[in-house]
């Protein structure tokens, strides 16, 4: 059951980044980013790398998309029209991605794949402490440097700005 969840995930995962290529909406390719990190994050899941699960959910599909979604709802704002991409450059994209491909096919069969004990995961636990009780501050001050770009943003964005000079 854990193997058919994984390929479901993985399968989701490839047709949300493949989804993100060819749709011509911003909007809608962050939302595909959003259900590819969300299903590699379900992988993380089951392979039992619950660290980098929860990291993957909270950093990437929490923070960094909140913040390209509320950066194209802005755009969106000022623009009063659709954020649209068009590509000029396919021949040259996909000979790169037919390269990278060539370069982990390669690099996968090259691999020894390891049964690691528990041991390793163990060394895991002193990371996460110190990151939450020595390294925490850092962590809370770029969140709240965050907080701040996005009330400047917002009020860059809105219409008080110029009802305030008018």
Same mark, same amino acid.
């Given at each position: 059951?854990?193997?058919?969840?994984?390929?479901?995930?993985?399968?989701?995962?490839?047709?949300?980044?493949?989804?993100?290529?060819?749709?011509?909406?911003?909007?809608?390719?962050?939302?595909?980013?959003?259900?590819?990190?969300?299903?590699?994050? !379900? &992988?993380?899941? &089951?392979?039992?790398?619950?660290?980098?699960? &929860?990291?993957? &959910?909270?950093?990437?599909? !929490? !923070?960094?998309?909140?913040?390209?979604?509320?950066?194209?709802?802005?755009?969106?704002?000022?623009?009063?029209?659709?954020?649209?991409?068009?590509?000029?450059?396919?021949?040259?994209?996909?000979?790169?991605?037919?390269?990278?491909?060539?370069?982990?096919?390669?690099?996968?069969?090259?691999?020894?794949?390891?049964?690691?004990?528990?041991?390793?995961?163990?060394e895991l636990k002193?990371?996460?402490?110190?990151?939450?009780?020595?390294?925490?501050?850092?962590?809370?001050?770029?969140?709240?440097?965050?907080?701040?770009?996005?009330?400047?943003?917002?009020?860059?964005?809105?219409?008080?700005?110029?009802?305030?000079?008018?």
């Amino acid at each position: 059951m854990e193997q058919v969840v994984l390929y479901i995930l993985t399968g989701i995962a490839a047709a949300s980044a493949l989804a993100i290529i060819f749709v011509r909406q911003v909007f809608y390719a962050a939302l595909c980013l959003l259900s590819c990190l969300m299903a590699l994050a !379900g &992988i993380y899941g &089951i392979m039992q790398a619950g660290f980098l699960a &929860i990291t993957q &959910i909270l950093i990437y599909a !929490g !923070g960094v998309l909140v913040l390209i979604v509320f950066a194209i709802v802005v755009t969106n704002r000022l623009q009063g029209k659709p954020l649209q991409v068009e590509s000029h450059n396919r021949f040259w994209g996909l000979l790169v991605a037919a390269v990278m491909v060539q370069m982990l096919v390669f690099g996968y069969h090259q691999t020894n794949f390891v049964n690691t004990s528990l041991s390793a995961f163990r060394e895991l636990k002193p990371m996460g402490i110190a990151l939450f009780t020595d390294y925490a501050a850092p962590f809370e001050i770029g969140g709240v440097l965050l907080l701040v770009c996005l009330i400047g943003a917002a009020l860059t964005a809105s219409s008080f700005k110029k009802s305030v000079h008018d």
